[in-house]
């Protein structure tokens, strides 16, 4: 079996962080998005490869998968015009044969993928009710649990069974053939071609496709929901308080602190993600994510976002601060 991954989008959501990086990379809970992605499947034996989509900076995809996960079989694929998702993973048939699981890097999902595919005939969408659906695409499902269609972006929140961003498919070559097909026929919302549509048509031509609901989503696409995310890792098995305690420092569980971080007259937390090579001094920071070297003083620092090597002087505040920036409050 193989993991398709596409991740060649812009991440315009999450600037100024996706200047200087691709949006899998973004810190989350001491790690970055794609590594939560990729621990998801470690325990598929049936794992084969795992195939990058990569765009906009896919070269450090590539560095971060080779230094961090070193055993792991890994194919990378361009995306030079963004043309949609199925033109994604149309750009990979060639290796689509046999089962396939395709994830959306931007969403994490509480899910034991290795038990829900094993021996599985039919196709799965993994699934979530949430109150505002109409960000996302959802699934009309009948009295059965079976999908009847796909309904990208709807207009209302009648239905909000929404698709998480993971499905599984018993054959690749199917999905291709249906993404050839919706090329053909010119099937896209605006001008990309959505993965919804392909579907539709493997629906209408008959597939079965379980809607499995999942016991917990985190969308890591927005700042907001970035920081959701990070609370709900932090409490359920990322913090390390109890291993990481700064002399004259105050730590409010829970949080991330990277043993590489110093940490000096300070409160830290609670919901605080610390990377490898941050210096925090005289501040408090709460309800935040920092990465990598990045360096805070005499600041009160809550529900922020801060970029790598990016610096922080003066007084309280909610922050957004891309890499390699430098602000001074006061």
Same mark, same amino acid.
């Given at each position: 079996?193989?993991?398709?991954?596409?991740?060649?989008?812009?991440?315009?959501?999450?600037?100024?962080?996706?200047?200087?990086?691709?949006?899998?990379?973004? *810190?989350?809970?001491?790690?970055?998005? %794609?590594?939560?992605? %990729?621990?998801?499947?470690?325990?598929?034996?049936?794992?084969?490869?795992?195939?990058?989509?990569?765009?906009? $900076?896919?070269? +450090?995809?590539?560095?971060?998968?080779?230094?961090?996960?070193?055993?792991? !079989?890994?194919?990378?694929?361009? +995306?030079?015009? $963004?043309?949609? *998702?199925?033109?994604?993973?149309?750009?990979?048939?060639?290796?689509?044969?046999?089962?396939? $699981?395709?994830?959306?890097?931007?969403?994490?999902?509480?899910?034991?993928?290795?038990?829900?595919?094993?021996?599985?005939?039919?196709?799965?969408?993994?699934?979530?009710?949430?109150?505002?659906? !109409?960000?996302?695409?959802?699934?009309?499902?009948?009295?059965?649990?079976?999908?009847?269609?796909?309904?990208?972006?709807?207009?209302?929140?009648?239905?909000? %069974?929404?698709?998480?961003?993971?499905?599984?498919?018993?054959?690749?070559?199917?999905?291709?053939?249906?993404?050839?097909?919706?090329?053909?026929?010119? /099937?896209?919302?605006?001008?990309?071609?959505?993965?919804?549509?392909?579907?539709?048509?493997?629906? @209408?031509?008959?597939?079965?496709?379980?809607?499995?609901?999942?016991?917990?989503?985190?969308?890591?696409?927005?700042?907001?929901?970035?920081?959701?995310?990070?609370?709900?890792? /932090?409490?359920?098995?990322?913090?390390?308080?109890?291993?990481?305690?700064?002399?004259?420092?105050?730590?409010?569980?829970?949080?991330?602190?990277?043993?590489?971080?110093?940490?000096? !007259? @300070?409160?830290?937390?609670?919901?605080? @993600? %610390?990377?490898?090579?941050?210096?925090?001094?005289?501040?408090?920071?709460?309800? @935040?994510?920092?990465?990598?070297?990045?360096?805070?003083?005499?600041?009160?620092?809550?529900?922020?976002?801060?970029?790598?090597?990016?610096? $922080?002087?003066?007084?309280?505040?909610?922050?957004?601060?891309?890499?390699?920036?430098?602000?001074?409050?006061?």
């Amino acid at each position: 079996m193989k993991v398709v991954l596409p991740m060649a989008g812009f991440g315009t959501r999450l600037r100024p962080l996706t200047w200087s990086k691709p949006k899998p990379l973004v *810190q989350v809970a001491g790690k970055a998005i %794609l590594g939560h992605i %990729l621990d998801m499947f470690c325990n598929i034996r049936e794992l084969e490869e795992v195939i990058f989509i990569v765009g906009f $900076l896919g070269e +450090q995809v590539q560095e971060y998968v080779q230094r961090t996960f070193p055993a792991l !079989r890994a194919r990378y694929i361009e +995306q030079k015009d $963004l043309l949609g *998702q199925s033109q994604a993973l149309w750009l990979a048939r060639e290796h689509l044969q046999g089962p396939i $699981l395709v994830s959306f890097v931007d969403t994490l999902i509480d899910v034991d993928f290795s038990g829900a595919i094993r021996n599985q005939k039919d196709a799965i969408a993994w699934v979530k009710r949430a109150e505002d659906p !109409r960000r996302f695409g959802v699934a009309m499902v009948g009295a059965d649990g079976l999908v009847k269609r796909l309904v990208e972006k709807p207009t209302d929140v009648k239905n909000n %069974l929404v698709v998480v961003g993971s499905y599984f498919f018993p054959s690749g070559a199917d999905l291709v053939h249906a993404i050839q097909q919706q090329m053909e026929k010119g /099937l896209t919302i605006g001008e990309e071609f959505y993965l919804t549509d392909a579907i539709n048509l493997m629906l @209408s031509e008959g597939l079965r496709m379980k809607a499995e609901e999942v016991n917990q989503w985190e969308d890591c696409g927005k700042p907001e929901t970035l920081l959701h995310a990070n609370r709900y890792l /932090l409490e359920h098995g990322r913090e390390n308080s109890d291993s990481v305690r700064p002399e004259g420092v105050v730590i409010v569980p829970p949080v991330f602190i990277d043993p590489a971080s110093k940490v000096e !007259r @300070s409160v830290i937390g609670p919901y605080v @993600s %610390l990377a490898a090579g941050c210096r925090v001094e005289n501040s408090i920071v709460r309800d @935040s994510i920092v990465d990598e070297k990045a360096e805070i003083s005499q600041m009160v620092v809550s529900g922020s976002l801060i970029g790598s090597q990016a610096r $922080l002087i003066g007084k309280y505040g909610s922050f957004l601060v891309g890499d390699s920036s430098e602000m001074r409050v006061g």
